[in-house]
């Protein structure tokens, strides 16, 4: 926990919000990572992410999709510095394979030797990114078969999509997209009470699904 927010204070100012997810978050005892939650600040010259708080979401409408996040947005750039400078703690971390991962939605670090997981969002997709990255796995996933069971999709990075028939026919059938700028939305969503990150497990998803139609 000290270090995830040692480092929540270190990038900060390169960011709009940072929070702690994965196991430390759920309080785990032993834990193999620390994961960081974030929207980034955009770069110099970008405009600021939109917060879709207009006619759709007052009248019921979906929201329309989002354009993804500028390249150069000012978490991406700092710990690109970070992890090309030998002197730094920060490093990239490579997978069995000798692969590294440094994107603008994930970034698999190593901070002096600890595994580091970065994850970016927007303010409109933060809620289900903070959901999913919580854990655990086997939350997670039934979880989406929940969504899948009732003909929804859900996405890590974005909201819950489902289909609006405009019209009559398949043909007129267009996909829209619930977003979920918070993990309240999420549950509202499922149409589950709110849980505890301790109390996020397989068997507990599961009992949920059964009293919770």
């Known amino acids: 926990?000290?270090?995830?927010?040692?480092?929540?204070?270190?990038?900060?100012?390169?960011?709009d919000r940072v929070w702690t997810a994965g196991s430390v978050r759920r309080r785990k005892e032993f834990v193999g990572d620390v994961e960081l939650v974030c929207i980034p600040k955009p770069g110099i010259g970008q405009s600021e992410?939109?917060?879709p708080e207009g006619q759709g979401a007052l009248f019921g409408a979906p929201t329309p999709r989002l354009k993804p996040l500028p390249v150069d947005d000012q978490?991406?750039?700092?710990?690109?510095?970070?992890?090309?400078?030998?002197?730094?703690?920060?490093?990239?971390?490579?997978?069995?394979?000798g692969r590294t991962s440094y994107g603008l939605k994930n970034k698999f670090l190593t901070y002096n030797g600890s595994p580091i997981d970065v994850f970016s969002g927007t303010w409109a997709t933060f809620g289900m990114l903070f959901f999913v990255r919580t854990g655990d796995a086997g939350w997670v996933k039934e979880v989406m078969a929940?969504?899948?069971?009732?003909?929804?999709?859900?996405?890590?990075?974005?909201?819950v999509e489902f289909f609006v028939q405009v019209g009559h026919g398949t043909r007129n059938a267009i996909t829209a997209e619930y977003l979920c700028q918070t993990e309240e939305r999420v549950f509202e969503?499922?149409?589950w009470p709110f849980t505890n990150p301790v109390d996020r497990t397989q068997e507990e998803a599961r009992r949920l699904r059964r009293t919770h139609h």
């Open 1 to 15: 926990m000290k270090l995830a927010n040692d480092l929540r204070a270190e990038l900060l100012p390169f960011c």
């Open 49 to 51: 992410p939109l917060n």
């Open 75 to 97: 978490l991406t750039v700092y710990l690109a510095e970070k992890t090309s400078d030998p002197d730094s703690p920060w490093k990239l971390r490579p997978d069995r394979n």
């Open 146 to 159: 929940k969504f899948k069971r009732n003909d929804r999709h859900a996405h890590p990075y974005g909201g």
């Open 189 to 191: 969503l499922l149409k």
